[in-house]
């Protein structure tokens, strides 16, 4: 009989590695897998929790879990999303276990299912994620303002609630809502580049549209989801948003403002957080000139002016995420900067592995890149584990809250390069435990 306690680390890795390197032996023995994960023979398994005394992780895996079952299945991108929530979770789940990540997460396409119940165009591959249809955008400069809160109780919405039904039913974790933010929103509904020139152009256009988005659409959303789960969680995604995009300040007076505005006065407002804004490393670039260069003085001044950028966004993000301090990938600040961040500010602390550092078709030198990723997660475990150590956290640290944290692969998908990701986790696993020096009895932002 199957089971995933047959798999401990880095076995299941293992297995999915030489599946995907067309292994027939692979794929026979991943098929029994999922037959018993799809037929429930493994759902005691998805009760386990990491320990709270650990360093854990946690993984987007529903485009690798994709890939697998149109592989060994022929279960194609609409069926996967829409059909069977049992499947679905399940799966997700099974192959989460066979990464040897500990901490359980279900996440989708949630950008192209935000837009999907509005009426907006959708692309549907056989065997990747759904998405926006580019050239045939749903709104427009003249008609935004006609756009009518959907029905939350069928298509989308409904399979977005059936999917959180079975991953409360099978983990017991309060289930998390994963939406986009009303900037992305608008940039998958209008376009990117037209909402991109209004920004620059005509941003009180863009504030307005931004506000109904949020007052029409995803308040009414989220009111819909907290009154089936009072207990639930919302998780906004804002890539589109973000500094790297649109600049620091656009970032912090457009895109966090408008999720502060749909937010007022909403009981469940704590509950709710955006934890991807990216590319923090644009607020310290500075313009340098000669005379700069010349005097001690004017670098002196120009390093406290770029920190206090840094620290000013940091504070705006920190305003629509109050559970913990996220490291992206993109972000590319030194991890040492969010640690410090997240002690002074007595918030846990998460790091982002970004899909481009271990995509296998963008390595060039895999020796090197093995190095690399070594370095890195060594310093990423060591700052989560000085942050747990020191910081006011639960007494189970988290680890059955069913949103991301500690160290976090951002995406994993069927083109990932799993030597780098058994690197990673490695580093996870041998992390020893840590003894906390004050420990909070009352989880912050929870129940």
Known sequence: MTDLKDYPFPSGLHLLQRWQAGDQSAKEELTRVFDAAIAGNLDENFKLQPSPDRVHSTASVHMLTLSALNDLYGIETREYYHEDPYR???????????????????????YAWTCEPLGQTMM???????????????????????LETPDFNSGVPLAIDNILKVMQELTGASPTLQITAPYSLAADIYGQEPLLADVVNDPD????????????????????????????????SDAS???????????????????????????????????????????????????????????????????????????????VNPLFVMRLEADKVDVSFYEEQAISRNM??????????????????LG?????????????????????????????????????????????????????????????????PFERSNISK??????
């Not at 256009?205 to 959303?221: E, F, K, R, Y």
């Not at 846990?348 to 030198?365: A, F, K, M, Q, Y």
């Not at 090197?368 to 990423?380: G, M, N, T």
């Open 88 to 110: 679905y979770v399940r799966a997700n789940l099974a192959v989460t276990r066979l990464m040897g990540v500990s901490k359980l997460y279900i996440t989708w396409s949630l």
């Open 124 to 146: 549907y591959p056989d065997k990747y994620p759904p998405g926006a249809d580019p050239d045939d955008m749903l709104i427009k400069k003249d008609n935004w303002h006609e």
């Open 205 to 236: 256009t863009v504030n307005a549209l931004l506000d109904h988005l949020g007052d029409t659409v995803l308040a009414p959303w989220m009111d819909h989801h907290f009154e089936l789960f009072p207990d639930g969680w919302v998780e906004l």
């Open 241 to 319: 948003g973000s500094p790297f995009f649109i600049g620091p300040e656009n970032c912090k007076n457009m895109s966090i403002r408008s999720i502060r505005h749909m937010l007022r006065d909403k009981p469940y407002a704590d509950r709710v957080f955006d934890n991807n804004y990216r590319g923090d490393y644009v607020a310290e670039v500075t313009k340098k000139s000669r005379s700069s260069r010349r005097r001690g003085a004017a670098n002196t001044s120009d390093h406290a002016t770029t920190r206090a950028k840094l620290l000013e966004l940091t504070d705006a993000k920190v305003s």
């Open 348 to 365: 846990p602390l998460t790091i982002g592995v970004g899909s481009p550092e271990i995509d296998r078709n963008s390595i060039e030198d």
């Open 368 to 432: 090197a890149a093995k190095i690399e990723a070594a370095e890195k997660a060594k310093s990423f475990v060591s700052a989560i584990r000085r942050v747990c150590e020191v910081v006011d956290l639960p007494e189970d640290n988290h680890v059955g809250q069913s949103w991301p944290s500690h160290l976090y692969f951002e995406d994993v998908n069927g083109q990932s390069q799993f030597e780098l990701v058994e690197l990673i986790l490695r580093e996870v696993h041998s992390c020893p």
């Open 442 to 447: 009352q989880c912050v932002g929870a129940n």
